[in-house]
C-alpha cells in the first residue's frame, strides 16, 4: 500500500532535494542584478506629492558625479502650474580617505549640467556634520540638514553642489520636502 506523504514531508523534499537543483549560481546572480536594478530606479523614482506634500529623494554614487571631489544633485523638476516652497533638505554623503569638506548648498539650475556647475543663487548652506567612522574605519559619513523657506519657480530644477577634498567621494544622497503652491501669473 503506497503512504500518502503530508505536506511537511513535500516541502521538505522540494525545498531539500529540487530546490539546489533549479537555483543554480547563474540565476541566484540573475536576481541580484534584478532586484538591485529595482531598487536603484524606485531609490531615483518620481517625487512622491500628496496633495500639497511634496519629497523627492535622489541618490547617486560616484560614478554619475563630475569627478571624485565636486557633485552635483538635480532633483526632480517642478511641475507645470506650480512653485514648490521647499522647507527642508537633508543630505548623506560617504567618503573613502579622509575629507576636508565644505558646505553643501542648494540652488537651481535650468538643465542638468554638463560639467562642474554650482547652479544659481538663492543658495541654502547646509554644514556637513561628521559622524563616527564605521567598522574598519575607510568610509567617513557625513550628514546635513538644514530648515529653509526656498521658492523654486515651476520647470526649476533643485540642485545641491557639495566639494571635498583630500577624499574621494563614494556615494551621495539627498531629500528635500516642501510644499507646492500655486504659481501666481
Aim: with cysteine; glycine share 8%; proline share 7%.
Amino acid at each position: 500500500m503506497r503512504r500518502r506523504l503530508g505536506e511537511r514531508e513535500l516541502l521538505g523534499s522540494f525545498w531539500g532535494d529540487i530546490m539546489p537543483k533549479i537555483m543554480t549560481r547563474k540565476l541566484l546572480q540573475s536576481i541580484a542584478v534584478l532586484v538591485m536594478a529595482v531598487l536603484v530606479g524606485a531609490a531615483n523614482a518620481a517625487p512622491v506629492i500628496v496633495g500639497e506634500h511634496y519629497e523627492d529623494y535622489k541618490n547617486i554614487l560616484n560614478s554619475d558625479c563630475f569627478n571624485t571631489t565636486t557633485c552635483g544633485i538635480v532633483m526632480t523638476r517642478v511641475p507645470e502650474g506650480k512653485n514648490l516652497l521647499v522647507t527642508d533638505i537633508s543630505c548623506l554623503v560617504y567618503y573613502i580617505g579622509t575629507p576636508a569638506v565644505g558646505p553643501f548648498h542648494l540652488g537651481r539650475v535650468a538643465h542638468k549640467p554638463v560639467e562642474i556647475d554650482e547652479g544659481k543663487p538663492p543658495y541654502t548652506f547646509l554644514i556637513p556634520v561628521a559622524l563616527p567612522p564605521g567598522a574598519g574605519g575607510t568610509t567617513k559619513l557625513y550628514v546635513a540638514n538644514a530648515q529653509t523657506n526656498q521658492i523654486f519657480k515651476a520647470h526649476e530644477l533643485p540642485y545641491i553642489f557639495h566639494f571635498v577634498s583630500g577624499a574621494t567621494l563614494a556615494n551621495f544622497s539627498c531629500t528635500i520636502l516642501g510644499t507646492l503652491i500655486p504659481q501666481v501669473s
